[in-house]
């Protein structure tokens, strides 16, 4: 599940990255993607009351990113809620999150 709001400055979306515990099995999770150069462990899922993983970053809005999953044994996986998916350099797929309709007035996408 991805949720999106804006911030208070209208211009930023946070983004909230939900998982279940299956997704994870046994290993760690960080979202890796255009927004941060592909670099694993900047944006990490972390354990909620719920039973369910979550991870968040704070986007511009206005455009789409390219994003997926990467567990700590190597493992990419795309989010089944992404906005689309792409072809990528590397013979698979990227996820999709776009925030296109997403500015100062407009409501989250």
Known sequence: MI???L?????NVIVTFTVG???LDGEQL???????DW???QINFEPRSTGRWQATAVLQGGRSYRF???RSDGTWLNDEAAHG???NEHGGQDSILNLTETGP???PG
């Open 3 to 5: 949720a999106c709001e």
């Open 7 to 11: 911030d208070e400055s209208g211009h």
């Open 21 to 23: 515990d299956w997704v």
């Open 30 to 36: 960080c979202v890796v993607g255009d927004f941060n």
């Open 39 to 41: 670099q694993a462990g």
């Open 68 to 70: 997926r999953y990467l």
């Open 85 to 87: 998916y792409a072809d």
């Open 105 to 107: 007035g407009d409501p």
